[in-house]
């Protein structure tokens, strides 16, 4: 009968050779970044597709090595397609005219040297994974390759609309995935996909979209992106916070919409600057629009009228912002513009549509904003403070927010401007300074001028 002292003993052993061996013994860890190459090709009765992935991505088991630590080839070679249909093919999800593929087979698999460019076509692609398997002369690690597999769907009558989910988001932290679908008649479609700590582009990806899965991903992306976009929100709240009432709201909210809406168009049509220079000027304006109609509805409430009041009050002042909400608008779909031109991936040969369908999400976005915000606004002000207190105080922490933001956004712009480099040219802060109390002072003038000349009542 063993003793205490001696179970005790065994114990201890135990408990020191595991920390002793622990560490050696540790799963690969989870890869931060990877990149990763999809070619889908369509065949008479058969749908092809081609993955390269990091073997970095491939976890959960020891790679055989030879005696100097590097790679052995030869024992890895037998336990490839295993991996391919554990990590590939098990988490990949293929629809032919919306009803599930069955798995697919595992028809080839290869290692290959990170210098290795055969995936940039299908065809150099196929015909590096069907090569013979590489030996242990090469000297690497088991992190340093590409694992290229080949993976062959059998279908019944060569349908002509596919849709896929790839499954990669469970292969790294963030993936980004390059799919280029090959259709029977000819033709490529290419897709930039992202994923990011298994969110973004995880859903199931139509490869030839029909117009009613065009518009219904793009009026999703478009209701999304004006509830995300705090820039835009923060200028509805400035539009809304002195209008509460249906008729100015449905005006100046309207006069927002066709104005973005065509700007928008433009620049999905090409008609706007490609320059690294144009995002950072639009978002600098952007922020000046904030600050502007801010300034505005604080100048608006402590005067009793709008910023180019004409002596008729704050309450009657819709039909002058229309006309502000209609320019700046403009510039707010440059805004759009940006978040939309990668998107257009997307849209299949259905453009027109997408872009219809984008503004009527941004429109459905709007609006749920406003029938949250009107209603709020106006319990707030009848309840806890004064219309005139609360529009000041809302109006200048919009105002201090767009300020910020037109100074950071402002010191983007200015990293274009050659003459920053030899110092001869201020930086944001100071032109915006400037500029605000230049813009301040005119606007005193302004409304001074405007309330001494009105006509007494």
């Given at each position: 009968m063993p003793t205490e002292n001696h179970r005790a003993f065994v114990l201890l052993f135990l408990l020191v050779a595991g920390l002793w061996v622990g560490p050696r013994c540790r799963a690969h860890e989870i890869p931060a970044d990877i990149y990763t190459t999809v070619f889908v090709k369509q065949e008479a009765q058969r749908l092809r597709i081609l993955v390269r992935v990091p073997l970095a991505a491939v976890r959960d088991f020891v790679y055989p090595e030879q005696p100097d630590g590097y790679l052995d080839f030869d024992k890895l070679a037998e336990q490839l397609p295993s991996l391919a249909q554990q990590w590939i093919a098990q988490g990949m999800e293929v629809h032919a005219e919306g009803v599930t593929l069955p798995a697919p087979a595992v028809t080839a698999t290869q290692l290959s040297v990170a210098s290795d460019r055969a995936f940039m076509d299908y065809e150099s692609a196929l015909d590096r994974v069907s090569a013979p398997l590489p030996g242990n002369d090469i000297k690497v690690v088991w992190n340093q390759l590409w694992f290229d597999v080949?993976?062959?769907?059998?279908?019944?009558?060569?349908?002509?609309?596919?849709?896929?989910?790839?499954?990669?988001?469970?292969?790294?932290?963030r993936v980004s995935v390059a799919l280029r679908f090959l259709p029977q008649e000819g033709g490529e479609r290419?897709?930039?996909?992202?994923?990011?700590?298994?969110?973004?582009?995880?859903?199931?990806?139509p490869l030839d979209p029909r117009?009613?899965?065009?518009?219904?991903?793009?009026?999703?992306m478009g209701f999304e992106h004006i509830l995300e976009g705090i820039d835009h929100l923060l200028f509805l709240c400035c539009l809304v916070i002195p209008?509460?009432?249906?008729?100015?709201?449905?005006?100046?909210?309207?006069?927002?919409?066709?104005?973005?809406?065509?700007?928008?168009?433009?620049?999905?049509?090409?008609?706007?600057?490609d320059g690294l220079w144009f995002p950072p000027l639009v978002e600098t304006l952007i922020a000046l629009?904030?600050?502007?109609?801010?300034?505005?509805?604080?100048?608006?409430?402590?005067?009793?009228?709008?910023?180019?009041?004409?002596?008729?009050?704050?309450?009657?002042?819709?039909?002058?912002?229309w006309k502000l909400a209609f320019g700046f608008g403009l510039i707010h779909g440059l805004g759009f513009s940006f978040a939309l031109r990668e998107s257009l991936q997307f849209a299949g040969s259905h453009l027109a549509t997408s872009l219809v369908a984008f503004n009527v999400g941004v429109e459905l976005g709007?609006?749920?904003?406003?029938?949250?915000?009107?209603?709020?606004?106006?319990?707030?002000?009848?309840?806890?403070v004064s219309e005139g207190i609360g529009v000041i105080v809302l109006s200048a922490l919009i105002a201090h927010t767009g300020w910020h933001w037109m100074l950071?956004?402002?010191?983007?712009?200015?990293?274009?401007?050659?003459?920053?480099?030899?110092?001869?040219?201020?930086?944001?802060?100071?032109?915006?300074?400037?500029?605000?109390?230049a813009f301040a002072l005119l606007t005193v003038i302004q409304w001074a001028r405007n309330y001494l000349g009105r006509t007494p009542r």
């Open positions: 080949l993976l062959d769907y059998a279908v019944e009558d060569s349908p002509s609309r596919y849709t896929i989910r790839t499954g990669f988001e469970r292969l790294a932290m290419v897709y930039s996909l992202h994923m990011d700590g298994g969110s973004g582009d995880t859903d199931a990806l117009w009613h899965q065009a518009a219904g991903r793009f009026i999703g209008l509460r009432r249906l008729k100015p709201l449905v005006l100046v909210v309207t006069a927002f919409t066709v104005a973005h809406s065509i700007t928008l168009l433009a620049a999905a049509a090409g008609y706007v600057p629009t904030i600050v502007w109609m801010a300034v505005g509805n604080v100048v608006g409430a402590v005067a009793g009228t709008p910023l180019n009041p004409k002596g008729k009050p704050l309450a009657e002042s819709w039909h002058s912002r709007q609006v749920a904003v406003l029938l949250v915000l009107a209603p709020l606004l106006t319990l707030l002000f009848r309840t806890l950071e956004r402002g010191d983007a712009l200015l990293a274009f401007v050659p003459a920053i480099q030899m110092g001869t040219v201020p930086d944001a802060a100071t032109l915006m300074g400037a500029a605000g109390s």
